[in-house]
């Protein structure tokens, strides 16, 4: 999200400071968002990361860091036809990957530029 | 945001107890046997539910469980939030927040937990049991 409000490319170091996320660990999301062409990279003096599309949701950001949204470990379960219970956890899973779907990273890019702007923090 | 265990049995349990309750206790180790479930887990489970009031345990030869209200009446996101603690996914601020955080508890987290709040409103244990209510979810 940080990244969405930056106009060039972004150091570790910076980001770092902005989302207070240590740079190691940094490096590490930005190997699953380089991935899935998520965020692109430049080396060199002038060189880091930049955002790759505007267009990128929140699914799309947190499949990639942390996998497909399961809210219960029912995948492999024999039972999934017949357990009614099941139809709660697919319910809560639509729910959840759909909300996902629907926010861009660029809007709440937006709200933060907003609120960074009005002095609210 | 995992749903624990305890989550997914006390839901299975109060699913069962709808679709095969009567006026009659059912024993745990019925419901155990049914649902592939281990016993000792669901007694602890089920004490929760009785404690939530969802629950009415019947002791001696013949006793069990019974539901102390009708499924229309048991709301599964209540039975959800009680069984799980806290099914939010928006987690209290720190005392030092970053303008990222904040933006994204206010405009991310906290709305998921409305649409996923929202989702369930209305729906009851009546519902689940009932086999068409999948077909419109879906």
């Known amino acids: ?121 | 945001m995992k749903v624990s265990t305890r989550g997914r049995y006390g839901l299975r349990l109060l699913v069962d107890l709808a679709e095969h309750g009567s006026d009659q206790p059912v024993a745990l180790s019925q419901v155990a046997g049914r649902q592939d479930l281990s016993e000792k887990y669901l007694q602890q489970v089920a004490l929760l539910l009785t404690r939530g009031g969802y629950l009415v345990s019947v002791k001696g030869a013949g006793g069990g469980y019974l539901l102390s209200k009708t499924p229309e009446q048991i709301l599964i996101y209540d039975v959800f939030d009680l069984l799980e603690g806290n099914i939010s996914f928006v987690e209290m601020p720190q005392k030092e927040e970053t303008a990222i955080q904040r933006c994204l508890r206010i405009h991310f987290f906290e709305k998921l937990d409305e649409k996923v709040k929202e989702t369930f409103d209305g729906v009851t244990l009546a519902d689940v049991t009932k086999a068409e209510w999948f077909t419109y979810i879906i």
């Open chain 1, 1 to 121: 999200m940080y990244l969405a409000t930056c106009r060039g490319n972004c150091s570790i170091r910076a980001i770092s400071d902005a989302t207070g996320i240590s740079s190691g660990y940094l490096e590490q999301l930005m190997i699953p968002l380089k991935k899935f062409g998520l965020v692109e990279s430049e080396r060199g003096v002038q060189g880091g990361y930049r955002i790759a599309r505007k267009d990128i949701t929140c699914s799309e950001v947190l499949s990639a860091s942390e996998g497909e949204f399961t809210p219960t470990p029912c995948q492999d379960c024999k039972q999934s036809d017949a357990c009614k219970a099941h139809q709660i956890w697919s319910m809560l899973q639509d729910s959840v990957v759909d909300y996902t779907q629907q926010v861009l990273i660029s809007t709440l890019a937006a709200h933060l530029v907003e609120a960074e702007a009005g002095g609210g923090i």
